[in-house]
C-alpha cells in the first residue's frame, strides 16, 4: 500500500493527510477504533468532517479508508462525501454541508411544520372556550364561568339554541378546569 502523504512535508510542517489537501496536518485521529494510538494528521476542517465521517468509517479497513480519502479528492473539494455519510446514509456525493446547516433537518423537509399546530388536549381546548389562559386560579376560574353562563344563558339570548349549545360547551370545559385546577 502507498502511504498517504509523508507526514511532514519539505517545510518541516505536517501536512493534513487528505491527499490535495496543503493545510497544516494540526489535529490528530486515530485511524481505526481498534487502533487509536495510530493517528492521522488532518487540517481542522478535514478533522472534523473525519469525525462526523467515523461511523461511516467504521466497518473498513485503513486501507479502504485511505481509498476513500484519496477518492473524495480525486475530484474537486465539493465532491466530498463527509458529512451526510456520518448519518447512515453513506456517501452523497455532491453534497457537502461544512457548516452543518442541515444539522437535524432532514433534507427532504420532513421538519414539523410550524403552521400545522399540533392537536390541542382536553385541558386547552377547554381554556380556550373559557377565555382563559394558564396559569388560572380556581377563583378565576368560576368567576369567568359566572359571567359566561350570565352572558350565553338561552334566557339571557331568547332561548337560542345557539346559545344553550355554548352554554353547553361551556358546562364541559369548566368540569374540565375544576378537575385539570383541582
Ligand atoms: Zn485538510
Not at 452543518?100 to 385541558?123: I, K, T, V, W, Y
Not at 377547554?126 to 376560574?141: D, G, K, N, R, Y
Request: hydrophobic share 30%; charged share 30%.
Amino acid at each position: 500500500m502507498t502511504p498517504l502523504r509523508s507526514d511532514f512535508g519539505a517545510t518541516g510542517v505536517r501536512c493534513c493527510d487528505v491527499p490535495g489537501c496543503t493545510s497544516a496536518g494540526e489535529f490528530r485521529a486515530p485511524k481505526a477504533r481498534d487502533r487509536l494510538n495510530d493517528y492521522y494528521w488532518f487540517c481542522l476542517e478535514h478533522v472534523r468532517e473525519y469525525n462526523r465521517a467515523w461511523n461511516y468509517y467504521a466497518g473498513m479497513s485503513e486501507a479502504e479508508v485511505e481509498a476513500d480519502l484519496r477518492r473524495s479528492t480525486t475530484w474537486n473539494r465539493p465532491s466530498w462525501p463527509f458529512g451526510t455519510a456520518a448519518k447512515g446514509e453513506g456517501p452523497a456525493w455532491g453534497f457537502r454541508d461544512p457548516f452543518d446547516l442541515f444539522d437535524g433537518e432532514s433534507p427532504n423537509g420532513e421538519r414539523h411544520d410550524p403552521s400545522q399546530p399540533r392537536p390541542q388536549s382536553a385541558e386547552e381546548k377547554a381554556f380556550q372556550t373559557m377565555h382563559l389562559s394558564p396559569p388560572v386560579t380556581i377563583a378565576e376560574l368560576k368567576a369567568q364561568y359566572k359571567s359566561l353562563v350570565k352572558i350565553h344563558h338561552p334566557d339571557a339570548n331568547g332561548g337560542d339554541r345557539e346559545a344553550e349549545e355554548r352554554l353547553k360547551l361551556i358546562n364541559d370545559a369548566y368540569t374540565t378546569l375544576k378537575r385539570f385546577l383541582g
